[in-house]
């Protein structure tokens, strides 16, 4: 049982580690680097106590906790899926809204070049 403690824990250490790595590095935005050390920690302190989830368990009332676990490792990526559709949507969006704002630059650009050739020069 302490090798599953001590390999579960340094695990969640050695995630955290990579995701500091990665935001260093800046192959990781902060914000999302953010949420993966937080579920790093929780790793660690499940693999460090296995008993908290137990304890919870029973305070909520389920009576086998690795479901309880389960269901909540669900939820948490169901909601980390549903923030990264929301940050792509926003993102294609506003590239939406960029590329017509160019194509009118552009549009313009044009315009005003026909405009310039067919000025009589003196």
Do not use: C
């Not at 935001?23 to 908290?52: C, E, K, N, S, T």
């Not at 506003?94 to 552009?106: G, K, P, T």
């Amino acid at each position: 049982m302490a090798s599953l403690l001590v390999t579960t824990a340094l695990m969640g250490i050695g995630l955290a580690v990579l995701i500091l790595y990665l935001i260093r590095r800046d192959h990781l935005y902060v914000m999302h680097g953010l949420f993966w050390v937080l579920v790093a920690g929780a790793a660690a302190l499940l693999g460090a106590w296995p008993g908290l989830i137990d304890r919870l368990a029973m305070v909520l009332g389920v009576n086998y906790p690795p479901a309880l676990l389960l269901l909540l490792v669900s939820m948490v990526l169901l909601i980390k899926a549903l923030h990264s559709d929301m940050v792509n949507t926003r993102i294609e969006r506003d590239v939406r809204r960029l590329n017509q704002r160019i194509a009118l630059l552009e549009a313009d650009l044009q315009k005003t070049a026909l405009a310039d050739t067919h000025r009589v020069q003196p």
